[in-house]
């Protein structure tokens, strides 16, 4: 199974290693690939990936799906981003 999803805010190779990280724990998902230039989360894993649950952890995060997220989801992503560029 695969699902594809847009993401706002992300801007470096430390907001991705952050999505990576987070979203690789998830009940289901084997991989998750992101393209930073497109703003792409791609992930692949069994039929028991939620795609409701995958766009809430990238909201929490500061990743939100265009149109669903606020100021705070702007902070989060940096954040995010920060945390990932130091692991």
Known sequence: MKIELQAENIKC???A???RQSL???TGVSS???VIE???VLLEGDDTMDREEISQKLLQMGYPEPG????????NSYVSCM???VS
Request: aromatic share 0%; net charge positive; glycine share 20%.
């Open 13 to 15: 190779g430390g907001c």
């Open 17 to 19: 290693r952050s999505i």
């Open 24 to 26: 690789e724990k998830l």
């Open 32 to 34: 998750v690939d992101v």
């Open 38 to 40: 497109e703003g792409q």
């Open 68 to 75: 669903k997220g606020n100021v705070l989801t702007t902070v």
């Open 83 to 85: 945390i990932g560029k």
